[in-house]
């Protein structure tokens, strides 16, 4: 597995699927690289640098366990996270993250969301 670390590599994943979860939301596009590679971000409204920085531990931990045996290959896996996603517990966002990725392999994403 490999770290986005590229603004470009969000953007792109940002036009695939999208499964949005109470505490976070997970993006999938496919990659040139074919590579399975993932990306964390959690913006500012979320909290102060502690609470941010403590999600995403959240989220590395999640992803390093589930994203192996689950993810899926040749495709970029990106997390952002929702307000409340840090308050929530550990084996719940392990069960949404699961149930997002078996979506996200189904081809079943969220409806687009609305411009402004």
Do not use: C, W
Request: hydrophobic content about 40%; glycine content about 8%; aromatic content about 4%.
């Amino acid at each position: 597995m490999t770290v986005l670390q590229k603004r470009a590599d969000f953007l792109a994943a940002n036009r695939g699927l999208r499964v949005a979860r109470p505490g976070f939301v997970l993006l999938v596009n496919p990659n040139t690289a074919d590579k399975l590679r993932f990306g964390i971000t959690v913006t500012k409204k979320i909290g102060n640098a502690v609470v941010r920085n403590r999600m995403k531990r959240r989220f590395r931990a999640l992803l390093r366990e589930l994203l192996s045996e689950r993810g899926l290959s040749a495709h970029d896996h990106v997390l952002i996270g929702r307000d409340g996603g840090v308050e929530r517990d550990y084996a719940k966002l392990r069960e949404e993250l699961t149930a997002a990725l078996t979506r996200a392999a189904q081809g079943k994403g969220d409806p687009p969301r609305r411009r402004k």
